[in-house]
């Protein structure tokens, strides 16, 4: 499933450039093209699902919000994050650029990046 105008299954098919740091079967991590931390990457759905349809529950039945969690974990593993610390965003509603969904991972600073939440 792709959404033909979506920069974020461009970069899943290949057709847009981008900076792979761990993937699963059905997600993808990348570096964030703009960090806000140290380390800032997203992990990406290789499905196009749209970012309400997953808050909604539309993808219950496949658990797909375990199945993100995993891919995110395995991620902040990979990094070393687990030991140091990271911060875990899914920007929402008018907070989102982009419909695809997606998490933020970012970390590798002393502080909390973006902020104490």
């Given amino acids: 499933?792709?959404?033909q105008g979506c920069l974020?299954?461009?970069i899943v098919e290949?057709?847009?450039p981008s900076v792979k740091v761990t993937e699963t079967k059905e997600?993808?991590?990348i570096k964030n093209k703009f960090p806000k931390a140290p380390i800032?990457?997203?992990?990406?759905?290789?499905?196009?699902?749209e970012k309400t349809d997953t808050m909604e529950?539309?993808?219950s039945k496949e658990c797909?919000?375990?199945?993100?969690?995993?891919?995110?974990?395995?991620?902040?593993?990979?990094?070393?994050?687990?030991k140091t610390g990271y911060k875990m965003i899914n920007n929402g509603a008018g907070y989102h650029h982009f419909d695809h969904q997606h998490v933020h991972i970012m970390g590798g600073s002393k502080?909390?990046?973006?902020?104490?939440?």
């Fill in 111 to 117: 502080v909390e990046p973006g902020g104490p939440s």
């Fill in 8 to 10: 974020f299954c461009k």
């Fill in 40 to 49: 800032h990457v997203l992990v990406l759905d290789k499905k196009h699902r």
């Fill in 57 to 59: 529950g539309k993808y």
């Fill in 1 to 3: 499933m792709r959404n």
């Fill in 27 to 29: 997600f993808l991590v």
């Fill in 64 to 82: 797909y919000w375990d199945k993100m969690m995993a891919a995110v974990y395995e991620a902040i593993k990979h990094l070393g994050l687990d």
């Fill in 14 to 16: 290949g057709s847009e």
